[in-house]
């Protein structure tokens, strides 16, 4: 099992697949296993490093605040541990504004940019639903957690055709043998409210998706839409009758797309 130490803290980080890097940033609260229902279709194609960020998982979860610059050095020093030069990165949400900064302190190692709900800084909305969220998270239980975060994060349309998944999680959620503590979550929190890159959108030259929900509320659409506009020759795809987590409810175009875009810009 792959360790590595970046700044005193110990980052874990498993691979699959064979091919070209494919670096994968998961979002806020949720660690590397949460790519499942995508690496198994991605890992046909790239080789696919699933990271768990500090905070969360098997890495180290050292009291906060953290910063999405520090979280980019603990994926640069997987990538300098494995061996890997160039890739291709994709974050969601949180892992997107990670994958941002990482661009911006070695953009040379970007081969393109999959950025998924995510934003370039927040407005004051925003950074209020991140205060919020440390506050509800620290008088709840497990389950009920889950399901405030499930009410941000899925649409109205998954939750009409899905509620008995959405249920069983809020129970499977007390049975995680991994919980998150709460220093981990607050300082992963506190990386999202700090988060800037919208000044240096311009020098993105990296091949860049957007993705995003048409009924996010949580990042809405204006976020990726001002990713798209800062960073030139950008694509965005909007998915309809979608949230948050868009790249779940519609698994299938979601994985489709961002293979699609990827092998476009994997070198020959």
């Known amino acids: 099992m792959p360790y590595v130490k970046n700044e005193g803290v110990s980052i874990f980080y498993e691979v699959e697949g064979d091919g070209f890097p494919l670096i994968l940033i998961m979002g806020l609260g949720a660690d590397r296993t949460a790519w499942e229902p995508h690496s198994n279709e991605w890992r046909k194609h790239f080789a696919c490093y699933k990271i768990d960020n500090r905070g969360i998982g098997l890495s180290d979860k050292p009291r906060g605040p953290y910063t999405t610059d520090a979280m980019a ?150 976020m990726s839409e001002t990713l798209h506009k800062g960073i030139a020759g950008s694509e965005l795809a909007v998915f309809a009758d979608c949230a948050h987590v868009h790249h779940w409810e519609d698994l299938e175009r979601f994985n489709s797309r961002t293979v699609a875009f990827m092998q476009k810009h994997t070198p020959e």
């Open 73 to 222: 050095t603990d994926v640069l020093a997987v990538m300098d541990h494995a061996g890997v030069d160039k890739a291709h990165v994709l974050g969601v949400s949180m892992g997107g504004a990670i994958a941002q900064s990482l661009y911006r302190r070695a953009p040379a190692r970007v081969q393109s940019l999959v950025l998924v709900s995510t934003w370039a800084k927040l407005d004051n909305f925003g950074k209020a639903v991140f205060h919020h969220f440390k506050a509800s998270r620290a008088h709840a239980t497990a389950s009920q957690w889950i399901e405030t975060l499930q009410l941000w994060i899925w649409g109205p349309k998954y939750m009409d055709n899905n509620l008995q998944d959405l249920l069983d999680a809020q129970e499977m959620a007390e049975e995680n043998p991994f919980p998150q503590p709460r220093v981990g979550f607050e300082g992963q929190c506190d990386a999202c409210i700090g988060h800037d890159t919208e000044g240096g959108l311009g020098e993105v030259k990296a091949p860049t998706l957007i993705t995003v929900g048409d009924k996010d509320i949580f990042t809405p659409i204006r």
